[in-house]
């Protein structure tokens, strides 16, 4: 009996000692005082290099690549596992990073906070330690949603910077959308109406519902968790950065990105879901066409996924098929 219980103490110490997560905080040299904050995973077995992930419009990076369901099972984990330096960035005003001061005051005092160039500027500042202090040569970015503007905004204005470039779920036009100018710094919405919202009931069939367990058992709780509440508030409102939400409404209504694509020339990976409301099939090939510097071009639509496909069943088939990508594009010459 004891040793059956040593056996699964040290299975216990092994699975924590895979999903160690440490997180380092990043000065931002043109919002002094304030700070990024950068989680990562270090490899068993190092590959020499990195993939940082850059998470979307609402919440953070541990509640999306680095959420865990289960110990040490997470795409931070599992592209830890496969060699890679995995870490994942909160933006300005998200999870762990500090929160301007805008986010303190009243939304309609200020501009939408953490624009897509405050954003790119910031992935700036997280690539930039990886390369200098971590010693990361090879550099792969992985954006989810409204966070593939400031990434391939990035990728434009540092052409030398990434080896790949994913784009999972990105913004693209939508015909006939109309703009609605978003004028104050930041929005709210409870964690629990959040959480709703992943479930996409509205698009999926009556039958089917995709998210994992461990979603709906811990994920709002842990959003709630992951934002300060403000005295005044109203109860489980939770104050989110507007910036992100402007860059959105742009894009879709007006099809003009702050970037130009034919100035990335790394190779590029669009990766969505058939139930993305976000992104669609003639969307994504129209968008990734634009990037006719790139030495390498996939497109690949999952079934059975949504706009939150990293949270749901078939998130093993998102996390291998960008892994597939990211090893393809290492051998790829710009």
Wanted: with cysteine; aromatic share 10%.
């Amino acid at each position: 009996m004891k040793a059956v219980r040593m056996s699964a103490l040290l299975a216990l110490g092994l699975i924590a000692a895979i999903s160690t997560t440490s997180t380092t905080y990043l000065p931002v040299a043109q919002e002094p005082g304030q700070r990024l904050a950068l989680h990562c995973v270090a490899p068993a077995h190092a590959n020499g290099q990195s993939v940082l992930f850059v998470h979307g419009a609402s919440f953070p990076t541990m509640l999306a690549f680095g959420f865990e369901f289960a110990p040490g099972d997470s795409w931070m984990d599992f592209m830890a596992r496969q060699g890679f330096l995995a870490c994942g960035l909160d933006f300005l005003g998200f999870g762990a990073s500090s929160r301007p001061a805008a986010m303190a005051g009243a939304a309609e005092g200020a501009a939408p906070v953490t624009r897509a160039a405050e954003a790119a500027r910031e992935i700036a500042t997280a690539i930039d330690y990886l390369q200098r202090e971590r010693g990361m040569g090879h550099v792969h970015l992985v954006a989810h949603s409204w966070g593939t503007i400031p990434a391939a905004a990035f990728a434009a204005t540092h052409p030398d910077a990434l080896a790949s470039l994913t784009l999972f779920g990105p913004v693209v036009p939508k015909p006939g959308e109309k703009a609605e100018p978003i004028h104050t710094a930041w929005w709210t919405i409870t964690a629990e109406a959040r959480y709703q919202q992943l479930r996409f009931k509205d698009v999926l069939p009556p039958e089917q519902s995709l998210l994992e367990p461990a979603v709906a058992q811990r994920w709002a709780a842990r959003f709630d968790a992951s934002v300060p509440h403000i005295e005044g508030d109203k109860p489980g409102d939770l104050r989110i950065p507007a910036g992100p939400a402007a860059d959105i409404e742009a894009v879709a209504a007006s099809g003009n990105y702050p970037y130009n694509a034919a100035s990335i020339k790394v190779p590029v990976f669009v990766v969505y879901g058939d139930y993305d409301t976000v992104t669609n099939d003639a969307g994504a090939a129209a968008f990734l066409a634009k990037f006719t510097a790139s030495p390498l071009r996939w497109r690949m639509r999952i079934d059975h996924g949504t706009h939150v496909m990293h949270l749901e069943h078939n998130r093993r088939s998102l996390y291998q098929g960008v892994d597939a990508f990211i090893r393809v594009a290492h051998t790829v010459q710009p």
